[in-house]
């Protein structure tokens, strides 16, 4: 796994910030997580995540969105619910920045286990997941919606903390 704490792309602007998310960052990210998936989370599905407590953090460049993770706290783990980086933004290592900053909050809260699932056919996802250190460790069958009323199958993946 990659050191700690957080450690910026070289290119990274000076203005690099997270912060949580808020009603008045809603429509930004729903604008990012739209334009990054065929079946995007919805309004609701943000709406319920900030209602029941969900750690979502934003990765801001001054103003921009470049990504975000939501994330929900178990008794010792905590699970990866939804990781995003704009489109635009993709390759440039914020990824890689989205899960340290993950990583350091789950230790914060004593997690021993961060979980998550992907997407089969999502192999540049799994591959940074890899890279970082996530290991597969299992598969839940016609998980995820796929196009034609169809469902795609998901990676289990965890890395100890």
Known sequence: MSAHPIDPPQDADEDLHFELL???RLEALLEVEESAYSHPWTRGNFIDAMAS???MQL????EALLGYFVAMQGVDEVHLLNITVAPDHQRKGFAHLL???LVLWARSQNAQWLWLEVRVSNTRAREIYEKFGFRRV???KRYYPADMGEREDAVVMSIPL
């Not at 990765?59 to 001054?62: A, G, P, Q, S, T």
């Open 99 to 101: 899960l340290q900053a």
């Open 59 to 62: 990765l801001l460049n001054d």
């Open 53 to 55: 407590g969900y750690q």
């Open 22 to 24: 808020t009603l008045s």
């Open 138 to 140: 299992g598969e839940r």
